[in-house]
């Protein structure tokens, strides 16, 4: 008879001090199921100020590295020492994974310029983590409760996306994309579909040549191998087709292509959830929202979906025995 699944002991890092993490943390706690063990990591003082009512903190662990400067602290704010201070709260919590004291990781929104200005030239967490933990290919995938997007290329201007598509990076993320599907979601026989770049997926080479000179002769590779690969097909035939239910997921050649329609579908109960890392990693799909920072108007929806699908694919993880160990970490 197998042994119960164990809880799941999940990190949440606050993200940017200065953004609406912090508030949509207090208020997400209050609302998610009370089946996993939470520990948040970030300054407790800070999480103090920015909860408009009482949080559902509670029994839960706080890490409080206290690493922002109560003094001339203020919400809405783009500053290196703000940058600095969300970047510890994930090295202070890939040190937990490598314990074994936390089995996934959520992750508050951070600023890409305030990391910048404190020196750490990423483009954001993604980056980071997987220089972190050493992972070979990665991929982000975006999801709501309508939609699967996998993206090819992430934070990039649209003007070098075409120079930036690469036949070895769209089969790293179909099969990345194909192995989460099967391990995290419990989808045995996975369909996906590949989008095509250029409008129409180029009329056979009148619109553009990527379809024809590379994702065409990246797909006759990738189907040797991997069943139910379908495309490419136009980008909104492709994305409604999998909004109706006849593909599990889809692969964006862009950032756009894939923010634009889940935003549209259900912005609420968008997640991002990184591919290839040895562990779990989702964070909710939006920013820092400088704007409303602090002024009890950020909703936590998002936050709770990346919470519960954190929670939902560390539990598949365990089911199918294939949690890994974690990462070696520089």
């Known amino acids: 008879m197998p042994r119960p699944i164990s809880k799941i002991k999940v990190g949440i890092t606050m993200g940017d001090p200065s953004g609406i993490g912090p508030e949509i943390i207090a208020l997400a706690l209050k609302k998610v199921r009370d089946n996993a063990r939470f520990v948040i990591i970030g300054d407790k003082r800070v999480f103090q100020k920015a909860k408009a009512r009482d949080s559902g903190l509670g029994k839960h662990k706080f890490i409080d590295l206290a690493n922002v400067n109560q003094r001339i602290f203020s919400f809405g ?25 936390l089995d996934c990781l959520v992750t ?13 030239k990423f483009p954001g967490h993604t980056e980071y983590l997987v220089r972190q933990t050493q992972s070979k290919n990665f991929a982000m995938m975006l999801l709501n409760n309508r939609l699967k997007i996998s993206l090819v290329t992430r934070h990039i201007p649209i003007a070098g996306v075409p120079c930036a598509l690469k036949k070895e ?35 056979n ?21 991997l ?19 006849s593909y599990d997921c889809a692969i964006a050649m862009y950032h756009d292509q894939a923010l634009i329609p889940l935003k549209l579908t259900s912005a609420e109960s968008g997640v991002n959830i990184t591919l290839g890392l040895p562990f779990v ?4 799909l939006h920013g820092t929202a400088f704007d409303i920072a602090g002024k009890a108007l ?3 929806d998002s936050l709770i979906a990346a919470i519960n699908l954190a929670i939902a694919c560390s539990m598949n993880l365990k089911f199918r025995g294939l949690m890994k160990k974690p990462a070696h970490l520089k």
């Open 108 to 120: 508050g929104p951070i600023s890409k310029e305030s990391i910048n200005k404190a020196g750490f």
């Open 77 to 101: 704010r783009i500053k290196a020492e703000y940058g600095r201070a969300s970047i510890e709260y994930l090295g202070h919590a890939l040190e937990l994974i490598k314990d074994k004291e």
């Open 298 to 300: 950020a909703s936590p």
């Open 281 to 284: 990693r989702t964070s909710p």
């Open 169 to 203: 990076d769209l089969c790293i993320t179909i099969r990345l994309t194909h192995q989460a599907l099967k391990n995290l979601f419990l989808i045995n026989r996975p369909r996906i579909v590949i989008c095509g770049l250029n409008p129409h997926a180029s009329d």
């Open 205 to 225: 080479g009148l619109i553009g040549g990527e379809e024809n000179e590379i994702i065409r002769p990246a797909l006759s590779i990738i189907r040797k191998s």
């Open 227 to 245: 069943p139910n690969i379908y495309g490419p097909l136009p980008a909104d035939i492709a994305i409604a087709r999998t909004v109706q239910g």
